[in-house]
């Protein structure tokens, strides 16, 4: 048993047990602790995959901007203790018979068909190269979305803020104080 | 590098996971529950395109490159929802999905 198998063997069964208590807990900010947990073992495989540059990203703003706005919503919308209560017997098991059968479906279809890895030598990822195909208009450029990227996020800002405004402020009445 | 691990295991992985996230995205009813079960449907693409890049095409940057701006796309929808919910919050009082049912008109 090589190493990175053991590896492999650890983050996978740490993203499925997690992913799956993530959607099953009965306490909301245990669950978005849980998603943390799936997150970082999602960087670990990208790491074992030899893209530290993803892993890195996905650490910085998956595990650490993410997670904090939903824990931060979740403290600003529901009370921590409150538990769910269980939605009905008959939707949970319709749901899952519909997961299990994509499930089952994709894995068939996965191990059915033969993949032949490529015997091409490995491009080596590094940060140069990146930042070099981000800003390239050549054949291997990505310039085009790039900028799309980058006016996506821009109004997702704008529109963050226009739609989490308060409204048009009332006039508030406030009361006179008593001298006495 | 990767010796003895097939391509097919991370596939199976992301596979699981994808499905998962669509378990909790059709059982569950509070609003950011929904958004995290949404966020482990784009993680599990994710890892999808990462081991095809990895050990189809390991001579091209295109799997990684989607994966970045998939990230990016989730960072501005995570924003952008969790807005909505805090909208959604001060005019219902609640986030549950069953009792938030009418619009503005």
Known sequence: MVSNQIMFILFSAMIIVFSILTVTSRKILRAAVYLLFVLVSTSGLYFMLNYQFLAAVQLTLYAGGIVVLIIFSILLTSHISQNFESSGWKKNIFSAIAALTGAILAIITILEYGFTASTEAAQLVDMRLIGKSLLSVDYDGYVLPFEVISILLLAAMVAAIVIAKKGAPKKIVLPKLNQE | ?105
């Open chain 2, 1 to 105: 590098m990767n010796s003895g691990i097939p391509i097919q295991y991370f596939l199976i992985l992301a596979t699981l996971m994808f499905f998962t996230g669509v378990y909790g995205f059709l059982t569950r009813r509070n609003l950011i529950t929904i958004l995290m079960s949404v966020e482990l449907i784009l993680n599990s693409v994710n890892i999808n395109f990462l081991a095809f890049n990895r050990y189809l095409y390991p001579h091209k940057l295109e799997g990684m490159f989607f994966s970045l701006f998939i990230i990016a796309v989730a960072a501005a929808e995570a924003a952008v929802a969790i807005a909505i919910i805090i909208n959604i919050y001060r005019r219902f009082a609640t986030i549950n999905v069953e009792e938030v049912n009418e619009m503005k008109y």
